[in-house]
């Protein structure tokens, strides 16, 4: 089936970077877009941006540009979202969500929490 | 493009129907979906294109509406149905959601 794993959760200090992992099985990795969002705690659903893993293409929502970056290793079916710079406004649950055949959200990964504290 | 979801809160008992709104503050056409999300899970997609089931989604969930105005129903509440449910537009390929509706136990 298709299935999304992301790495385990992360503490960072204010100024630092992270890598967040996603990988993919149960599809042809390349075929659909891989899709980050996050989620502060006690709070909605934000969109970062997506990727096209075939290309290596992205797109990110304009709060994100020059602090996000977003790629991809076929090779091992492994998407990866880096936040440089954090804050303590980063700390979030970031989850991975490939895009449908209609470009929705389907499914999700189980989410990483990444906590930015001094 | 900014989703507005109403109410915020929704209290009710199991067995009766929920009804939620997502108003879009421009024109989404027919592109909006509903997730529902449970405490500690990640989101899953319930409905897609406004008014399109999502696979494994029971058939008390059921969506309507087209350009700015969607409304989620819930015919008759499940224990398992009483969650944080959010709306998301695709414009452009940028996507956006809103904050969200908590339906919870009367």
């Known amino acids: 089936q298709v299935q999304l794993v992301q790495s385990g959760a992360e503490v960072k200090r204010p100024g630092a970077s992270v890598k967040v992992s996603c990988k993919a099985s149960g599809y042809t990795f390349t075929s659909y877009d891989m899709n980050w969002v996050r989620q502060a705690p006690g709070q909605g659903l934000e969109w970062m941006g997506w990727?096209?893993?075939?290309?290596?293409?992205?797109d990110l929502a304009q709060r994100f540009q020059g602090r996000v970056t977003m790629t991809r290793n076929t090779s091992i079916t492994t998407a990866y979202l880096e936040v440089s710079n954090l804050r303590s406004g980063d700390t979030a649950v970031y989850y991975c969500?490939?895009?449908?055949?209609?470009?929705?959200?389907?499914?999700w990964g189980q989410g990483t929490l990444v906590t930015v504290s001094s | 493009i900014v989703l507005t979801q109403s109410p915020a809160t929704l209290s009710l008992s199991p067995g009766e129907r929920a009804t939620l709104s997502c108003r879009a503050s421009l024109s989404v056409s027919s592109y909006l979906a509903w997730y529902q999300q449970k405490p500690g899970q990640a989101p899953r997609l319930l409905i897609y294109?406004?008014?399109n089931r999502a696979p494994g989604s029971p058939a008390r969930f059921s969506g309507s509406g087209s350009g700015t105005d969607f409304t989620l129903t819930i015919s008759s509440l499940e224990p398992e149905d009483f969650a944080v449910y959010y709306c998301?537009?695709?414009?452009?390929?940028?996507?956006?959601f809103g904050p969200g509706t908590k339906v919870d136990i009367k």
């Open positions: 294109d406004a008014s």
């Open positions: 990727m096209n893993p075939n290309s290596g293409q992205t």
């Open positions: 998301q537009q695709r414009h452009n390929g940028r996507f956006t």
């Open positions: 969500a490939r895009g449908n055949w209609d470009n929705w959200f389907d499914p």
